[in-house]
């Protein structure tokens, strides 16, 4: 009879309802466990955001500092294309200081045709201004014959 009168006023909820009553205990475990766990997730979290706007910083850093030597580089490619002298085509004027008689540019390959404007580089070779400079810009070398127009120490710097 005791035990029939336990359950009086009991409504049965179903198997996934009907557990026991948790003790206070339980329950304060529970929560701060959960409470934990969310203090860790949160440190997680922290943490990685944390290494992540570091290593941006780093990049950001690293991207600039190239930034300014491809610009020191251009800067001076620049300017040692402005000290290269650069000459009016006029035909059959073969100067003495000419490397060799090509009549025509080895970057474009069009003949060289009257008052065009040429540009002589360092080993004598001469292109059109128009077609060289912004080879020159982008390689430094002589399209013919692989001569570094900055020279000796600077020729690793665009590497």
């Given at each position: 009879e005791e035990e029939?009168?336990?359950w009086i006023g009991v409504v049965p909820l179903g198997e996934?309802?009907?557990?026991?009553?948790?003790?206070?205990?339980e329950e304060s475990f529970t929560?701060?466990?959960?409470?934990q766990l969310w203090n860790t997730i949160l440190l997680i979290a922290l943490i990685l955001c944390t290494g992540?706007?570091?290593?941006?910083?780093?990049?950001?850093?690293?991207?600039?500092?190239?930034?300014?030597?491809?610009l020191d580089l251009?800067?001076?490619?620049?300017?040692?294309?402005s000290a290269l002298k650069?000459?009016?085509?006029?035909?059959?004027?073969?100067l003495r200081s000419r490397a060799c008689e090509i009549d025509s540019c080895a970057v474009c390959l069009d003949q060289f045709h009257k008052n065009q404007c040429l540009r002589v580089l360092p080993c004598s070779h001469e292109f059109h201004r128009d077609c060289v400079d912004p080879w020159l810009l982008l390689q430094?070398?002589?399209?013919?014959?692989?001569?570094n127009i900055l020279g000796k120490k600077t020729a690793g710097l665009g590497a």
């Open positions: 029939e009168a336990s996934e309802q009907a557990e026991a009553p948790r003790s206070s205990s929560a701060k466990y959960l409470q992540v706007i570091v290593q941006a910083q780093r990049q950001s850093r690293q991207d600039q500092s190239d930034q300014d030597t491809e251009k800067q001076l490619i620049l300017q040692r294309l650069t000459r009016r085509y006029h035909p059959g004027k073969h430094q070398t002589c399209p013919l014959c692989k001569h």
